[in-house]
């Protein structure tokens, strides 16, 4: 570490709480595409992708020409004071692009976690009831009720208590280890069925306002469903009027290959939250759901100073075009067959490595000191973090153990900048096992 990043170090202890975590010690000074320089000039293949926030790339041209433009013209009214064309014309887009055959409306935020809170509120007033039902390594967010729905306690809830009432949580799908201790297909996807049982001792349906899920669970692990349990799930919220939530926050905007990840299961949910990659890094998120429950609340019930800000909406519709328009979402497609071919390999060659799982280019892998027992192996995930930092590749882990390896790549990466990546990936499993 040279002395600039030490006295930025120093600088950072000095002035800013420990409470925002920081995954590396890299200070950056520019980013283009899928790499990032530090201050030391060092360079950083990113698999990390900002948390998912950078689908389209650090920087990318187009995103950062909308902003300018938009900064140019202005920069803020506040959508409740003084309109403007370019929160309509996303919200437009986005009703186009959502599931179903139905009408629709959108809403906009700044975060993830309010995208969730505002679907929680919508679904609350439009159904008069107040239970919310939500999964077992869940991530909604750390706002208060985005932290009640979060289910890891550490380091997300710990000592924040006491938390938002009326939240139930209940087991989700998932297959490699199985809350039911059965085996998939066998199992009939019983984790789906159980949303019946679980109305009987937990709360009851009349009671039930929504039921949120993530169509890949992000920060729990990248656990990804079957085939048949958003259908069945669905299926089960219909028969009782209920609500399904699915929170694209970290899935949606092209991360899976397809613009909403839960496209992959062919289910048209009620309420959708948007947020991260869909405005390439601006603060934005969205609530696109069915016209009679968006409708529901009040005139003045719903908004925020900074919700719907022009310079982010000018940023997602500049990421609509580069995803749509430019064939970004072809390329995802291609990238998540190249990562899992590669991801299968590693696995037979690694026994460390006991699950792979994902849709596209977003996948995970799951790390275990042995295959039976499926121990974690946790300081393994850790120290794989660790060694290829060093050598040049960030990558993030996950997962209610922290052993779940994540990616998060910009999908603009190139071939070179992958393989690299994934050699020094592999380099780094080898080492890891040494």
Not at 70 to 75: C, G, K, R, T, Y
Not at 152 to 165: E, H, M, Q, S
Not at 167 to 184: E, G, H, Q, T, V
Not at 219 to 235: A, N
Request: proline residues 6%; aromatic residues 8%; hydrophobic residues 40%.
């Amino acid at each position: 570490m040279s002395q600039l990043s030490k006295e930025l170090l120093e600088r950072r202890l000095k002035n800013i709480p420990p409470g925002p975590f920081n995954t590396t010690p890299a200070f950056i000074k520019d980013a283009k595409g899928a790499c990032m320089v530090d201050v030391d000039g060092k360079r950083f293949i990113d698999f990390a992708g900002g948390i998912g926030a950078n689908n389209v790339g650090h920087s990318h041209p187009k995103v950062v020409q909308a902003i300018k433009d938009q900064a140019d013209s202005f920069i803020h009214t506040c959508f409740h004071v003084a309109m403007y064309e370019s929160y309509i014309e996303l919200a437009e887009k986005l009703n186009d692009l959502a599931p179903g055959n139905f009408q629709k409306m959108t809403l906009f935020a700044n975060s993830g976690a309010e995208a969730v809170e505002n679907a929680v509120k919508i679904s609350r007033y439009a159904t008069k009831r107040s239970g919310i039902i939500c999964f077992e390594n869940a991530f909604h967010g750390r706002t208060q009720l985005a932290m009640s729905l979060t289910s890891k306690i550490k380091p997300y809830k710990l000592n924040f208590g006491p938390f938002v009432p009326e939240i139930y949580r209940m087991p989700y799908a998932y297959c490699y280890r199985c809350p039911f201790n059965l085996k998939y297909p066998s199992c009939d996807v019983a984790c789906a069925d159980h949303l019946e049982d679980f109305f009987i001792g937990n709360v009851a349906p009349e009671n039930t306002a929504a039921v949120i899920a993530e169509p890949i669970q992000g920060e729990g692990g990248f656990v990804t469903p079957p085939p048949e349990y958003f259908p069945k799930l669905q299926k089960i919220c219909a028969k009782y009027e209920i609500p399904l939530i699915i929170d694209e926050v970290q899935a949606g905007a092209g991360r899976t290959g397809k613009f909403f990840a839960i496209e992959h299961w062919g289910i048209e949910p009620d309420i959708i939250t948007l947020a991260k990659s869909f405005a390439g890094g601006m603060p934005l998120s969205a609530v696109i759901g069915k016209t009679e429950l968006m409708k529901a609340p009040h005139i003045g019930g719903l908004g925020g100073t900074y919700s719907g800000n022009p310079v982010s909406c000018r940023a997602a519709l500049a990421v609509l075009e580069i995803l749509f328009e430019d064939g970004l979402m072809e390329t995802a497609q291609r990238l998540g067959e190249i990562l899992l071919e590669k991801f299968t390999d590693l696995q037979k060659n690694h026994e460390i490595i006991g699950d792979v799982r994902g849709k596209g280019p977003m996948l995970g892998m799951e790390l275990v000191k042995d295959r039976v027992t499926k121990e974690p192996a946790v300081e393994e995930a850790k120290k794989l973090v660790q060694l290829c930092y060093e050598k040049g590749l960030i990558i993030l882990s996950c997962g209610n153990y922290g052993n779940v390896i994540r990616t998060l790549m910009p999908l603009v990466i190139t071939k070179e900048e992958l393989d690299e990546g994934l050699s020094i990936l592999e380099e780094s499993f080898h080492e890891l096992e040494k």
